[in-house]
């Protein structure tokens, strides 16, 4: 979806010249077996066999099922080459699961299975970078994103990952900052301060004292930017899921803000992406982005396309309300140039990454 997944070549199905009923059928397999990602089992005559079962089950969408599948034929291949292809497949359809941290090992794999496998190492990079994005990692995992981004190709995931590095590199040379004494602090000092605590990485400083001048703040563009400010903090410091009562908290207050929304918008979608939300956290993810293209259409739009791409595959009668272009809003945005203010955060402009989809369905010699 746009340049969230990318989308390479859906399923070569291997029909030959020959007419359909020579083909051969897939072998059948044990109902036990349904969902099971270990490739133990041999239930299925051959590699083909297998794959093409994969290939079925990704088609109907069923992703557990197509794991399996991918894993059987891993392990009925007769060479690396088709094994390093059918664990990618496999990895592939655990990242379509949001299963980051399995789908991580799978990956692995195929790549050490076959070196020259440019796109499992993109998935490989991929699944590593959402996994340091998500939290559910560190550095270590950033480190294995990046040259394998690189040997796959993924130069816009590659350019997150290196500022990442980068970013995480200038944290652990900073000195940190002594806490000071906030309370006779005005809001403008408490925000300048904040802000850098969070550029050296200090984000529960930083977040302690964004909390502070949302407590003095008298207007509601104050209080919204300290509550956003608060959500970024936890985004940078990669803790998605308690930026989300800041986000909204802005959002009470300036309604109509866009960077807000978008904030907002991207942090519920951040949990779904990472498999810790559900469909209902995703509606919320496109509700909050369809608000702030309303009222900016060309504010981060990317997030939105991307927001609805996924709606569209889980609950394609609930995105159809938000497919036309929504109308832009009477109220403006409300000015931000005032003396308690700066201009807030954003984020979530990256845009995903992109793993490809199962290959070919045949034991490559």
Known sequence: MNNKYWLALGLLFVISGRVMAQTPAPAAKTPSLTGSTTGTDTSFANFKA?????NQAYKNKDWNEAAGDYAQAAS??????SKSQAL???????IKGKKWK??????????????????????????????????????EDLKTAIPNLEAGGDTDLLELAKGAETREES????????????????????????????????FDLALKIFKKAGEIAHSAVSKGQAANLQGKVLLDARRPHESIPYFEEAVKDQPNEKVYLNNL?????????????????????VDALYKANAIDPSFHKDN?????????????????????????SEEAAPDEATTETVTPSTSGADGKASPGDPTEGKDSK
Do not use: C, H
């Not at 990618?88 to 655990?94: A, I, K, P």
């Open 50 to 54: 297998a794959y093409d079962a994969g």
């Open 265 to 285: 918008g991207y942090s519920y979608l951040e949990i779904y992406d990472s498999g810790k939300g559900d469909e209902e956290t995703l509606k919320k993810a």
């Open 304 to 328: 939105l396309v991307m927001a609805l791409d996924e709606l569209k595959e889980v609950d394609p009668d609930a995105a159809k309300q938000y497919t036309a272009s929504p109308e832009k």
């Open 76 to 81: 009925l291949a007769a060479n690396d080459k």
């Open 102 to 139: 399995s789908a991580q090992s799978v990956l692995d794999k195929a790549v050490k299975a076959d070196s020259a496998n440019k796109i499992a190492a993109k998935n490989l990079g991929v699944a590593s970078y959402r996994i340091y994005e998500f939290g559910f990692g560190g550095v």
């Open 88 to 94: 990618n497949s496999q990895g592939w359809m655990l």
């Open 171 to 202: 944290y652990a040379q900073a000195t940190p900052e002594v806490e000071p004494k906030l309370a006779d602090l005005n809001y403008k000092a408490l925000v300048a301060l904040g802000n850098k605590a969070q550029s050296q990485g200090q």
